[in-house]
């Protein structure tokens, strides 16, 4: 079936530091792909997408990009900042009317 | 920004108690959502409710959950007979459209003991 597979956390990054968060993914077919976040006491929020293969997401300085060969959907950041400390989860739907499917989740703490 | 509201954020009860999650949704929004999530496993969807039914449910949502709109406003999921196993925090999520993008809120956290 459908799954999503990230990296086991805690992450603790320094601030400034470069960010590599892991997702690959099991699915048929174009999947679309998504990095949700959520901040402490916060319920999930959309981060980014990307519906089709080699579609770049971003926002707030987050980038994934969708790699049908490898199967991976990775969330980067450049330069991480305090206030990115939060648990990111790594999802994806099979089409418009299928439910989301998420990933374990990412804990990512920047200490100062 | 409007946001789904979840109450309790966190509730205790006995096994084999009762229990209803409540959710209030984005008030446009035509379809709702429930997921759980037991610590350090992944993001379970459990049902989908769009025009008064369900549309979609896990294997997880057995007999023991129903999922009900009594009032228009109000989104609530009710386990019937508690087990240790449904620990877990539970979210609340709605979209405009079917496949658009999820709000989700704070999240319920449920201990069984």
């Known amino acids: 079936g459908n799954s999503v597979t990230q990296m086991e956390g805690p992450v603790t990054l320094s601030e400034e530091a470069f960010l590599t968060i892991n997702c690959t993914y099991t699915a048929t077919g174009y999947p679309s792909l998504f990095w949700y976040v959520q901040y402490p006491g916060e319920g999930l929020q959309l981060l980014l997408k990307?519906?089709?293969?080699?579609d770049k997401g971003s926002n707030k300085g987050f980038e994934a990009t969708y790699r049908k060969e490898t199967t991976s959907f990775h969330l980067e950041k450049g330069s991480v900042q305090v206030s990115d400390s939060a648990v990111y989860f790594c999802a994806l739907t099979k089409n418009r009317d299928d439910k989301i499917i998420f990933g374990k989740g990412t804990r990512l703490h920047i200490l100062p | 920004e409007p946001e789904v509201t979840q109450t309790p954020s966190h509730q205790v009860t006995q096994m084999g108690q009762e229990v209803i999650l409540r959710c209030v949704p984005i008030s446009n929004h035509l379809y709702f959502y429930w997921y759980r999530q037991i610590l350090g496993q992944k993001v379970e969807f459990l049902v989908s409710?769009?025009?008064?039914?369900?549309?979609?449910k896990s294997e997880i949502f057995d007999d023991q959950f129903s999922v009900e709109r009594p009032d228009g406003s109000n989104f609530t999921l009710k386990i019937r007979s508690t087990k240790l196993e449904d620990s877990a925090m539970y979210f609340c999520?709605?979209?405009?459209?079917?496949?658009?993008?999820?709000?989700f809120g704070s999240g319920t956290q449920l201990s069984v003991l």
């Open positions: 990307a519906t089709k293969a080699d």
């Open positions: 409710f769009y025009n008064n039914e369900i549309s979609e």
């Open positions: 999520a709605s979209s405009l459209n079917s496949g658009e993008k999820l709000f």
